[in-house]
């Protein structure tokens, strides 16, 4: 490498004091001549660029907030990594201090602004893709969920949307209450014997049982199995580190790269993450839950109706069945796509749904005037709940309003 010499200034026109200011403003020769200079320089010069252009020149530049989230993604992961996904909660606080429009990272906009739906979410008139760099944060990368481009997430959404119509999941609403009258059994028990319950747990089980025998035609049996913790924290502990995922593209593929047998007794999250993931990259390992293999069972069911299984043969027609008997081009029935697409099935109707119905009853239950209103209500319109249909209008208007 040739090396490099530092210019030449001529100093002589000028007196001792500004010409010792002068010469530091220039590097001293001995680090012209390392080989790090150039990159060191370039690099410098980089990070002025791109903070300048972050700062003043972005075409979000404009918007109010954080100067230091305008900057750099390190201030999303303080709150979203160090805090442990608190920033949804600092959100508030900023639209509080800059109004219903912010900027939250260098790329990004935040909007708290009801009148401002319509025009974010416009449906099929305008096309939008989905942040790529938001959409890799759980490792399904060809669910609808992680899809990026319109077109397709569009086109991979149509097949399923039906299936979740409201007529769809009024057909179910037997299979959705034997489950939790089930669960009503053993909270029974609870209730007799006074033993405590973790109704973290068995809401999980509860979510879980109905997705699964919604989603795929079999009950994973969460609820009669003690309420499966160990599938909860399975499920549930791989969704904080997906904050780090999302700020780090490259953290899941290193991960990956881990055998199992190294990382569980260092870092369970981590392991229960490695264990969905290698089964549904390399559709490997296993995760039984209440007896049944769940990732073979899917593998075992995508295989049947390929082989010509009618879903007659099955108590419903299955997430399985609307996508590979579709029109539906051979690139979106491939295995891979579909342990994804139950994989994001299975964990968003199990964790979202329970975490909903622990901070309800958590609510209900911490303040009195509130229980006793709820069921001063739910027994002017369904005095018998075994036989009362809650989809009666009335009652619906009973309960939560016009």
Same mark, same amino acid.
């Given at each position: ?8 200034? #001529? ?7 500004? =010409? ?12 012209? #001549? ?10 410098? &010069?980089? &990070? ?11 075409? !979000? ?32 606080? $900023? ?7 912010? =900027? ?76 939790? #009258?089930?669960?009503?059994?053993? $909270?029974?028990?609870?209730? +007799? ?41 399975? !499920? ?12 780090? *593209? ?5 991960? %990956? ?11 369970p999250s981590v392991y229960n993450l490695l264990r969905i993931n290698k089964v ?5 390992? %296993? ?9 073979? #069972? ?25 996508? $590979?008997? *579709? ?11 579909? !342990? ?23 609510? &209900?239950?911490?303040?009195?005037? &509130?229980?006793?209103? $709820?069921?001063? +209500?739910? %027994? ?23």
């Amino acid at each position: 490498m040739a090396n490099i010499t530092a210019p030449h200034i #001529d100093y002589s026109g000028f007196d001792d004091a500004n =010409r010792s200011i002068l010469q530091r403003m220039f590097l001293p020769q001995f680090l012209w #001549d390392t080989p790090f200079t150039v990159p060191a320089i370039s690099l410098i &010069i980089y &990070i002025c660029y791109g903070a300048i252009y972050r700062l003043y020149v972005s075409p !979000i530049a404009k918007f109010p907030g954080p100067k230091l989230a305008a900057l750099t993604f390190w201030y999303e992961f303080y709150y979203d990594v160090y805090k442990r996904g608190k920033y949804t909660w600092k959100l508030k606080e $900023l639209h509080q201090d800059f109004g219903p429009i912010i =900027r939250i990272n260098p790329f990004e906009l935040h909007v708290n602004d009801p009148d401002f739906y319509d025009v974010l979410y416009c449906g099929p008139i305008q096309r939008r893709n989905k942040w790529e760099w938001s959409a890799k944060l759980f490792g399904t990368t060809t669910s609808a969920f992680a899809t990026v481009d319109h077109d397709l997430h569009r086109q991979r959404r149509g097949v399923l949307s039906p299936y979740f119509s409201k007529k769809s999941v009024t057909q179910l609403e037997p299979v959705i209450q034997s489950i939790v #009258d089930k669960l009503c059994a053993i $909270l029974k028990t609870y209730q +007799e014997s006074g033993e405590p319950v973790i109704m973290e747990y068995a809401y999980s089980a509860l979510t879980a049982d109905v997705i699964s025998t919604y989603s795929f035609g079999k009950s994973y049996g969460c609820v009669a199995h003690g309420f499966a913790p160990d599938w909860y924290h399975m !499920i549930s502990e791989p969704s904080e580190l997906s904050h780090s995922i999302k700020q780090f *593209s490259w953290l899941l593929p290193l991960l %990956q790269s881990f055998p199992l047998w190294f990382v569980k007794p260092t870092n369970p999250s981590v392991y229960n993450l490695l264990r969905i993931n290698k089964v549904s990259v390399h559709l490997e390992c %296993q995760v039984v839950v209440g007896g049944l293999n769940v990732f073979q #069972d899917f593998q075992n069911q995508i295989q049947e109706i390929l082989n010509g299984k009618n879903y007659a043969d099955t108590p419903h027609r299955t997430i399985f069945h609307e996508i $590979l008997t *579709s029109d539906q081009p051979a690139s979106e029935k491939s295995m891979l796509r579909m !342990i994804h697409e139950a994989h994001t099935m299975i964990s968003a109707g199990t964790i979202t749904s329970a975490h909903m119905l622990k901070v309800t009853s958590y609510h &209900i239950i911490a303040n009195p005037s &509130i229980l006793k209103k $709820l069921k001063v +209500e739910l %027994q002017s319109v369904m005095p018998d709940p075994t036989t009362h249909d809650l989809r009666d209008t009335s009652a619906q208007r009973s309960i939560f309003g016009p």
